[in-house]
């Protein structure tokens, strides 16, 4: 980490910008007594998206002397309005303030030159360090904590609670669909419901979900297709009885084997690679963010958007590796082990070669199955050539594609950024526009609008289509070019989550007091009339202190299948601390038992422990504070 050793004023916010997950904008003025972390990001950066969770880790650390903002800084020109942003703070669970800076104003001020980068705050309003890339959580753990020490001392520090407004996303069957596979012969669509950590099997012949794969629980588990859990599952491979999933933030490949109802893990540990080029046994070996998946020949290739590579899985040895691609990131043509690829997220194959969108460069590119064989360019642009231009070779102009299938000697393309699908004549290097109007929008008919669609696929004569932001799957007829929205029919037993509103938006309980010693915490969550806890769903607790040494949960800190009230006993020594509650809880609607519904809780509770404290118990009803509404399709 660069060091600045607060020397130098921290530029404040300009005004006039738009703020998400707050009540009203902050100011650096107005953060003073606290340290401020800016996350430079733009979302389409795979780099950006794998910081989120080590700062979600440091925010959990230290959730009342740490303040993250992500300073938006986008890249590509969809990502510069506000609504398109929301949407990505919403599908990337980004609970923090951020602030959108279309026109770089920020980026230029802070001097900012790469995404992501962290500038470090201290609590007297000075730079205190810059950081860039990924794998940052231990620099900035030490770099804050050294901080907090010394403003501590100096009694210079603010640990009053901050006021968060955090987006939240309307209730649907679908949470960003990332990708979708349609097959003819089996007569399935597997939709990859990827905010709902799942898989859902849907009957193209009346629409009617035959299979959900994930409890929709975010996790990494093998089991039953009710039990196993997914995290953010994007692209898909099916071989007629074994559904091949690219399990992208568990950073591994499942298989759903439709035979026996289970799911195992091939490859990945569950852990994001930080080594580049490390082969190895499948679930021995790290992967880096797998987004899509094609079979050929007995061998599973992975569209490995973390290192700009594509791999390949040996279905008979489970050996996994590095196919093309050497990790460097830019669109380089040329033999598949030193040509440069950026952010691949869509693959598919015609038999000979693979296709794939290369995100980042706003390009369809090839890749020879042979050895020996080369990566060239089909259409499209550099890493900061974008647009929106139909015609040939490298004068198309693409805005981050990440859906792609093959079809009839060309691929069909989800130009995402553009809000299109778009039509590439492989032969002729020839791209022109299918269907959408440019914009986002959610109107079917013969002049469709689509938002961010990320996946395609190809069966009966029709287009289905992941329409990402709409939470939707649109089905194109390829012979009138006319589009509707898919009505999948769900049953009862299908996870779906509901609108959960915090009351007045407050996640922090006002102060407890406790004496020191043995004591007990109590936990209850209220429910809306009519609604009550699932006694036979996975519930569960995670309890976390800020300092330990004050405010001790007793082992185990996560409890799982828990039924509230529930109490958690606490070892407690004078002094101030906070507790976190993070809690999932599974209820439903009276008569209406088998449709399960989840909630998700975070809130902290300041404990301040002295020796006249009347009580040595600390409860946590959350019926002031929390308040469940649902809002159900």
């Not at 109490?567 to 449709?595: I, M, P, S």
Request: glycine content about 10%; charged content about 20%; hydrophobic content about 40%.
């Amino acid at each position: 980490m660069t060091d600045f050793e607060g020397r130098v004023n921290a530029p404040d916010f300009p005004e006039g910008l738009e703020w998400l997950n707050t009540e009203r904008p902050l100011t650096l003025r107005g953060l003073r007594g606290k340290v401020v972390l800016l996350d430079f990001w733009t979302y389409c950066c795979i780099n950006c998206l794998h910081v989120i969770p080590e700062l979600a880790r440091l925010e959990e650390k230290y959730p009342l002397d740490l303040v993250v903002i992500g300073v938006h800084s986008a890249k590509f020109t969809n990502e510069q309005g506000g609504g398109n942003l929301r949407q990505a703070v919403l599908r990337y669970g980004v609970r923090h303030p951020v602030v959108n800076d279309p026109g770089l104003t920020m980026w230029r001020e802070y001097g900012v030159r790469a995404w992501p980068t962290l500038v470090l705050i201290d609590p007297a309003g000075k730079v205190a360090g810059v950081v860039s890339g990924e794998a940052v959580y231990e620099t900035l753990d030490q770099a804050i904590n050294a901080l907090i020490a010394t403003f501590e001392a100096r009694g210079q520090l603010d640990r009053g609670p901050l006021s968060l407004r955090p987006e939240t996303p309307p209730a649907a069957l679908l949470a960003f669909p990332g990708k979708v596979l349609a097959d003819e012969a089996s007569g399935l669509l597997f939709v990859a419901d990827t905010n709902h950590h799942r898989i859902l099997a849907v009957s193209l012949a009346d629409s009617v979900i035959r299979e959900a794969v994930g409890s929709g629980i975010p996790g990494l588990a093998d089991g039953g297709f009710g039990d196993a859990r997914f995290n953010r599952p994007h692209g898909m491979a099916w071989d007629g009885r074994r559904l091949f999933v690219a399990d992208t933030d568990n950073h591994a490949i499942r298989l759903a084997d439709f035979t026996s109802s289970s799911v195992t893990t091939l490859a990945g540990t569950g852990e994001q690679a930080r080594r580049l080029n490390q082969s190895g046994e499948g679930r021995r070996t790290p992967l880096n963010s797998p987004w899509d998946v094609a079979l050929h020949g007995g061998s599973l290739y992975i569209a490995m958007a973390g290192p700009h590579q594509l791999w390949r899985l040996d279905l008979a040895t489970l050996k996994v590796g590095p196919y093309a691609g050497s990790g460097r990131e830019g669109r380089i043509d040329g033999p598949l082990s030193s040509a440069a690829l950026a952010q691949p997220s869509g693959l598919t194959t015609d038999g000979e070669r693979l296709y794939f969108a290369d995100s980042e460069d706003s390009s369809i590119r090839a890749a020879d199955l042979r050895v020996g064989g080369r990566v060239e360019t089909i259409v499209g642009g550099d890493l900061f050539e974008f647009g929106d231009r139909d015609g040939v070779g490298l004068d198309v102009r693409l805005q981050h594609p990440i859906g792609l299938t093959y079809l009839g000697g060309g691929l069909i393309v989800a130009d995402t950024y553009n809000h299109k699908i778009k039509r590439v004549e492989i032969g002729e290097r020839r791209a022109r526009t299918l269907l959408g109007t440019g914009q986002p929008g959610f109107e079917d008919g013969d002049r469709p609008s689509f938002y961010e669609p990320e996946g395609v696929s190809v069966a009966g004569g029709a287009l289905y289509i992941a329409d990402t932001n709409n939470h939707a799957v649109r089905v194109a007829d390829l012979a009138t070019g006319r589009v509707t929205t898919l009505e999948i029919k769900g049953e009862a037993r299908v996870h779906r989550p509901a609108v959960a509103e915090f009351e007045g938006r407050i996640t922090e309980l006002p102060r407890q007091f406790l004496r020191p010693g043995r004591a007990t915490l109590s936990v209850a969550p209220e429910f809306a009339p009519g609604y009550h806890a699932n006694l036979e769903a996975p519930s569960s607790l995670t309890i976390a202190s800020s300092d330990e040494a004050v405010v001790r949960p007793e082992p185990p800190a996560t409890l799982e299948g828990v039924r509230f009230p529930v109490e958690v006993a606490l070892t407690a020594h004078a002094g101030r601390a906070t507790l976190r509650l993070d809690l999932t809880v599974y209820y439903c609607q009276q008569g209406e038992e088998a449709l399960c519904l989840l909630h998700e809780a975070r809130v902290s509770l300041p404990v301040e422990v002295c020796d006249d404290a009347p009580a040595k118990t600390l409860t946590a009803t959350l019926a002031a504070t929390l308040t469940v509404s649902l809002a159900i399709p």
